[in-house]
């Protein structure tokens, strides 16, 4: 099973790369497949890539839900 995660964008490289963070961990991935990415956007990343943009809301949620934080998810829905 693959899982993409909503990670938020702090730092950008002008080859096509940012460095992201989840959870206290940071990792560098590549920006190539999406349009003018900026610090604090959130993506979707998948084996390295950001897939697409996020609303910061919904990013949010999601990381509430992965958490176990259901208090959080449930009162964005």
């Known amino acids: 099973m693959c899982l993409a995660v909503p990670v938020e964008i702090i730092q ?3 080859d096509a ?4 963070r989840l959870s206290g961990v940071e990792t560098t991935i590549s920006t190539a497949l999406i349009d003018s ?3 604090g956007d959130y993506v979707i990343v998948h084996v390295g890539y950001a897939l697409e943009k ?8 999601t990381l ?3 958490r176990g934080d259901s ?3 449930e009162s964005t829905s």
């Not at 790369?17 to 992201?20: G, R, T």
């Open 17 to 20: 790369q940012a460095v992201v």
């Open 71 to 73: 208090e959080r998810g």
């Open 12 to 14: 950008i490289s002008n």
């Open 37 to 39: 990415p900026q610090l």
């Open 64 to 66: 509430a839900l992965l």
């Open 54 to 61: 996020l609303d910061t809301k919904e990013a949010e949620a």
